[in-house]
């Protein structure tokens, strides 16, 4: 079985897609999480992270692998280095780069392939598993989810220089040429604003059991 939850950053889906895979004994997948990775390899090789191609090379270069839900770089756990301001501030442009993203969506169906997965990111729902058997959508308003993500990953920004990068990245998710940003037509809608992360959970486990018993 195959849940996939799209939503832009900062509405949970991290925190609740390892919670739900974890009481399902599901596989977990963060499709974000590769982006990261790459961006965070090619910062640190002394790449230039605009530019795409090179990026892309570096990504086909690199031995990226999933061991217990944690994203690693040649076998070594690298989920500490992927949320920092340097990587912040260049994921959103790297990931809009089309051959990089069917690169990281091949990767993630090859994963997926004969499992039962909870794998969650930006368009996981409408372009990577469209036919997924559950689809959930997250979604909260910018402030909200700037101040949680403000609280996560503070390291010296403050909570308006987090907000303004909630905003943009969520006008470059929603404008991408490939991949962008949007609620498909059968997915569970969540508003996570003013909801628990067990609240969530508990709406997305009673969708999952209600689809397991048909």
Known sequence: MIVAID?????????????????????????GSFYRAYTYRHIQLGGDPLDDEKVLQTAKSTN???????????????????????????????????????????????????????????DVTTVVFPNAQLKCYFDAKPEVRAERRFKQHP???TYQAVLDQIKDRDKIDRNKSVGALKIAPDALYIDTSYLTIEQVCEKVLSAIFARKAK
Request: net charge negative; glycine share 10%.
């Open 64 to 122: 990226l692998s999933v061991q217990e839900g944690l994203i690693c770089i040649e076998g070594v756990p690298v989920e500490d280095k992927l949320h920092t301001p340097e990587v912040d501030a260049f994921v959103a442009t790297v990931s809009v780069f089309p051959p990089l993203r069917s690169f990281v969506n091949e990767q993630l169906k090859e994963i997926a392939n004969g499992l039962d997965v909870v794998v969650e990111g930006r």
């Open 7 to 31: 939503g832009p950053a900062g509405v949970g889906k991290s925190s609740i897609a390892k919670m739900i895979a974890d009481k399902c004994g599901f596989y977990y997948l963060n499709s």
């Open 155 to 157: 390291q010296g920004q």
